[in-house]
């Protein structure tokens, strides 16, 4: 067998985020992409803050914040007038910041791990047996040759040789829009505070300032529209103000489709990212998505591969990322959906949207939704939410935290490689004891405690989302829980 005991295919951020989680938690890796050079291009220009805390656990934040720009808000109008400003607050701040530089980074993390990039190495066809998938490669001067591993991860985009060799179908939508992209320098420059969507009876347009002075401009167009400079300066006058573009480095179309495979785990084989699934390009989801199936599967395939968990663990991938494909594509085409209505249904959106910014409450819930804070994962060996169980006496934390990224109070100083059991309160109490006193013989836990105001108790798994919320001070939920998944 090659010496890794995953490979992944595909090195764009989805690949790079695996193969640096893999490595993080242990495992040995094999990382080969189809293309002899690193892709360059903005692409995938959002990365949310669960994505900036996977630079933050290798290092890479701070030049990631330093290439980047932070927007304010996301602001709706009509062209004339402001429907919406949803604005961020520290917790759902995203970072614009084109993918070349993610890509970039996370391979430099990968590198100074002692993985190296396998370039001009493309995946032709696959093989399972029980043990082990073979991969079949062909190199840039048409050498062919066979890879072997126990586990392989396809991440090679939604045109998946992976995916095709595994022959799983998807659920797909039918296309409805295609949209024309164009990146330069707009003149008089817009505010670089904002990342602004006009919405108009002739369509959609989106203008987002770059980091270091170009924009991006975007918008739905027809079927006979092709890319040029004139159709993009026809985009802008869509938004009623003289804006003019020029020195352009990008214009393109692509046409927008939603997509989920019916099965993210086929055997050995794991699918993530857009070789998983694709959809409407609201809010930069695509590469923040992708990242995320990593970060889930990452510690659960080096758990098992160092026998701390059950084979069954591996399972909960599909389960729990399929839940969150289908929430990201029920947000995003429904977004895309009002975005992109017209009359008599565009006045009654302008009307919506003109009443929810104006509420807090409205405002913290997509902004939230947006970056991520939201998706939650259903009942699972990992954890079950129990929003129906009675509430007892001595109940220590909400049930209701159970399959969401876990609060800012239990996140992590350093990156965790194991869970931990996180308890708060005050002083050196009877809760803090008993919780020492279970991590101790478990390798696969470990166990933190914060001074705060009441007591609380969480399981918080690797991946930073919760997996149990301790009902009493005996932590019987928590044992439980590892002792089902623990080898």
Sequence with gaps: MDPASVLVVGAGPCGLTAACELTRHGATVRVIDANPQAATGTRS??????????????GVLDEALRLGRRPEAFTYSTGTRRLARFRFTPATAPLVLPQHHTDRLLEKALTAMGVTVERGRRATGLTQTPDEVRVETTDGSGRTGTLTAAWLIGADG?????????????????AVSRFLLAEGALTPAPPTTDIEYTLTARGAL?????????????GDVSEEIQPGIEEVRALLRRGRRTLDIGDLTLVTEFTSQESLVHEMRIGRVFLLGDAAHTHYPVGGQG????????????????????????????DTYDTERRAAAQQVLRMTGLVARIALAGPPWSGARDLVLRAAAAVPAVQGWYTARLAGLRTSYPHTPLGAPAPDRPRRVGRLSDAAAVGLPCPDWARAQRPATAYRLVTRGAGRGALRERAAELVRGRPL????????PREQCLL????????????????????????RVSA
Aim: aromatic share 4%.
């Design 287 to 314: 590469a923040n998505l992708g990242m995320q199936d990593a970060r889930n599967l990452a510690w659960k395939l080096a758990g098992v591969l160092d026998r701390r968990l059950r084979d069954g663990v591996l």
């Design 206 to 218: 989106l203008i987002a300032p770059l980091p270091h002075g170009p924009y991006r401009v975007a």
């Design 445 to 452: 836990v470990t166990h933190q405690h914060i001074d705060g």
């Design 45 to 58: 220009i959002l990365l949310w803050p669960p994505q900036l805390a996977v630079l933050a656990d290798y």
């Design 460 to 483: 918080v798994r690797p991946d930073d989302y919760t997996a149990c919320a301790a009902d009493t001070a005996q932590l019987d939920d928590v044992r439980r829980l590892l002792d």
């Design 158 to 174: 939604a045109h998946s040789t992976v995916r095709t060799a595994l022959g799983t179908p998807s659920t797909r939508t039918k």
